[in-house]
């Protein structure tokens, strides 16, 4: 069964950092970007960032550029995302997401509360 671990979410006052972590179980292979969306309260899912496999290239959501890294290691098929400078406006459900060959996968979740 193709599964997504995410893990790091958590409280944080505003002006803190976190740092989500996600792994791509073994049978997900043929990976071609791995990559972090968010959905705050009645809106929609956003994307947050993304990253090629390989690390070839990223894209960040200009409501979070200097603010967050997004990094891989695609042998271990874990992507992670640094945040830092928290705002309260960032309190979200942040979700995984990989892209491949073979369909895209999506994780359970991690909530991330920024306060004020």
């Known amino acids: 069964q193709p599964q997504l671990v995410e893990s790091g979410g958590g409280l944080v006052q505003a002006g803190g950092s976190l740092r989500l972590s996600c792994a791509a179980s073994g049978s997900i292979s043929g990976i071609r970007a791995m990559g972090w969306y968010r959905q705050a309260p009645g809106k929609q899912r956003e994307l947050v960032a993304v990253?090629?496999?390989?690390?070839?290239?990223?894209t960040y959501a200009d409501s979070v550029k200097g603010r967050c890294a997004i990094s891989i290691d695609s042998y271990k098929k874990v992507v992670y995302l640094q945040m830092s400078s928290l705002k309260p406006e960032d309190t979200a459900v942040y979700y995984c997401?990989?892209?491949?060959?073979?369909?895209?996968?999506w994780g359970q979740g991690t909530q991330v509360t920024v306060s004020s």
């Open positions: 997401r990989v892209d491949s060959t073979r369909g895209d996968y």
């Open positions: 990253i090629s496999s390989g690390d070839s290239g990223s």
